[in-house]
């Protein structure tokens, strides 16, 4: 089975635009979790999706959205981006297999710099 | 709430000793730990996991993980340390209900491998 796929890879972006993620999980799994990785805070969760409905969420601003298809592919936005908004952003899913349903795979990330 | 202290930031070993990366974690209940492994400029790759069957879990590339509930530990070791093991490795506890849940990461701890 393929990975998780993450595009683009590299983006540069001005402070005060804003961004689209992409992500694409391992085939047959219907969970999507977004996370931000920084040199100063660490891993942390953004937000998850199920079936296109947003199941939990971190504690982010709303300027941080997300959204996902019918395909299960989701999409991560950045709004008015802020120079702290700089760090690499993890896609992870998961499956629903009672012996699978906590084990999330992770992308490669988008590593995201805002000048 | 849970929580994940990994108790050392930064690990040197050389090349064929063992290795030890230590993690003790908090949870109200029995939890399931994850260790992940992230190589320069790469995503997060699941070392190995344990969710309540055997204490001694084994993992990929001859990493293994032992839970103990009355230390409240879970800390990964290998034998014999290859340079390729060089990378940062994050001890993880999930945090799960009503179907959903997050990974909650430590702070990590970088692997140096000497020659």
């Known amino acids: 089975k393929a990975g998780v796929t993450q595009t683009p890879r590299y983006l540069i972006k001005t402070r005060g635009q804003q961004v689209t993620l992409s992500c694409s999980p391992i085939s047959g799994h219907r969970s999507v979790s977004w996370y931000q990785q920084t040199p100063g805070q660490g891993l942390q969760f953004l937000f998850e999706?199920?079936?296109?409905?947003?199941?939990n969420k971190g504690n982010f601003p709303g300027r941080f959205s997300g959204r996902q298809f019918s395909n299960s592919r989701s999409e991560m936005n950045v709004s008015t981006l802020e120079l702290g908004d700089s760090a690499l952003y993890l896609c992870a899913s998961r499956g629903s297999g009672e012996s699978d349903q906590e084990t999330q795979y992770f992308g490669p990330g988008t590593r995201l710099l805002v000048l | 709430a849970q929580s994940v202290t990994q108790l050392d930031s930064h690990v040197s070993v050389s090349e064929g000793t063992p290795v030890l990366l230590r993690c003790n974690y908090s949870s109200s209940y029995s939890p399931s730990l994850f260790w992940y492994v992230q190589h320069p400029n790469k995503g997060l790759q699941l070392l190995l996991k344990y969710t309540s069957a055997a204490t001694l879990v084994k993992g990929i590339n001859g990493f293994e993980a032992e839970f103990k509930k009355s230390e409240t530990s879970f800390h990964l070791t290998k034998p014999s340390a290859h340079m390729s093991d060089a990378a940062e490795y994050f001890c993880?506890?999930?945090?799960?209900?009503?179907?959903?849940?997050?990974?909650?990461f430590g702070q990590g701890t970088t692997l140096q491998v000497k020659p």
């Open positions: 999706y199920f079936s296109e409905t947003q199941r």
């Open positions: 993880v506890v999930s945090e799960w209900s009503s179907n959903t849940g997050k990974l909650i």
